[in-house]
């Protein structure tokens, strides 16, 4: 008799990591359930009609029964919880909200897990991340942050994240669940939202190579992030729960590198090789409390996972920016 497809419901299904980790699981036969908000989601057509084999259930991270609904509807082995508020910067502008979704819709999550599944099988992804370590000095380990290192979160996201992980934690040793947290260190692509500093790089970039625009307004620019290709972090995800034991991992390249690093190689890459006269600080986009520097020790899921990240900085630069590139030209 052929084996049951597994079954996985993902929360954030219309996110970056939503969309890849949907394609990734499609590809290794599981039935999937995602997770869609509101009453008209903006997001739900495209949705539908890039992933027709995923089921979508309404429910919101604030609202636990509609967690519990969802859970009854899906029935799943595994759950990712990837759905937040997910912006730095926007968390200080909605920074109770933030704390409702991005951490007390962790523990809505973890609590409509333990009431329906009497069996305790379910599998529980948190998408814990590097935000929670903040970047300062006092903290920062040489060769870059790993699962023991100490957090100090610097953003109302950060600390939201925090709550979420801990609570995980919590649940895995109060109630014996499979709930692990991945933490992660920025991922982009090019399924990254339009807000997020990297992909408003390689957009203007592509727009300003076409001259469709001529200069872009930025926050600071000598912050360092480690930063990696969403595609390869999924499946990273995916490794943590297939495992005997539940653990933590930190997934990271072991590379950091400034934003004014990312606006040299986006420049470059279309033929500009002076970005200065093209960028605009504007205090606006500035944090009220900003993280230096970002490096992940990614050294136990490399070796238990047995995962490392294929796309490396200046692929993933080029990989943006050639997707905007592709887009913003049919506006021409
Ligand atoms: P994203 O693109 O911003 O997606 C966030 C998702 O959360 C969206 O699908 C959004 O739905 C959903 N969401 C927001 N509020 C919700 C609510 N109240 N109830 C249910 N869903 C809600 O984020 P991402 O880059 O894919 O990241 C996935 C997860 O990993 C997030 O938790 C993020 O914080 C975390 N993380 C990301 C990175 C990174 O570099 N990308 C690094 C570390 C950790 P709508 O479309 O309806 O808004």
């Known amino acids: ?63 636990a ?24 910067g926007y968390s200080f502008k909605d920074p109770m909200l933030t ?37 300062l000095e006092y903290n920062r380990p040489k060769n870059g942050y790993t699962e023991e290192a100490t957090f100090h979160p610097r953003s109302p996201y950060g600390v939201a994240k925090l709550y979420g992980y801990w609570i995980t934690r919590n649940y895995r040793e109060s109630y014996n669940m499979f709930a692990v947290s991945g933490i992660l260190f920025n991922h982009e692509g090019d399924r990254r939202g339009i807000e997020f500093v990297t992909r408003k790089i390689t957009n203007a970039v592509a727009r300003i190579k076409l001259g469709l625009q001529d200069h872009v307004e930025l926050g600071d620019l ?33 590379e950091t590198h400034s934003i004014e690093e990312f606006l040299d190689t986006a420049f470059k890459h279309v033929g500009i090789d002076d970005w200065k006269p093209y960028v605009k600080q504007n205090p606006a986009f500035m944090r009220p409390a900003e993280v230096d520097v970002l490096l992940g020790d990614p050294t136990k899921a490399e070796k238990e996972l047995g995962w490392k990240r294929k796309v490396d900085f200046p692929g993933l630069v080029k990989l943006m920016v050639d997707h905007d590139l592709a887009i913003e030209s049919t506006k021409l």
Request: net charge negative; proline share 3%; charged share 25%.
């Open 1 to 63: 008799m052929a084996e049951a497809k597994k079954r996985a419901l993902i929360t954030g299904i219309t996110g970056q990591d939503g969309g890849h980790l949907a394609e990734l699981l499609n590809e290794k036969g599981y039935e999937i359930f995602g997770i869609i908000r509101g009453q008209h989601n903006p997001k739900r057509e495209a949705t539908e009609s890039e992933f027709p084999y995923v089921t979508l259930i309404e429910a919101d991270l604030t609202d």
């Open 65 to 88: 029964s509609s967690l519990v609904r969802a859970m009854q509807l899906a029935k799943p082995d595994e759950v990712y919880n990837l759905g937040a508020i997910s912006h730095v």
């Open 99 to 135: 704390s409702d979704v991005t951490g007390k819709g962790v523990l809505n999550m973890l609590e409509a897990i333990r009431l329906t599944d009497t069996e305790n099988k379910v599998r529980f992804y948190q998408a814990s991340t590097s935000e929670m370590y903040g970047g």
């Open 222 to 254: 000598w912050p360092k992030r480690d930063w990696g290709y969403a595609g390869d972090y999924v499946e990273g995800m995916w490794r943590m729960l297939q495992q005997d034991v539940p653990k933590d991992y930190v997934l990271a390249t072991g």
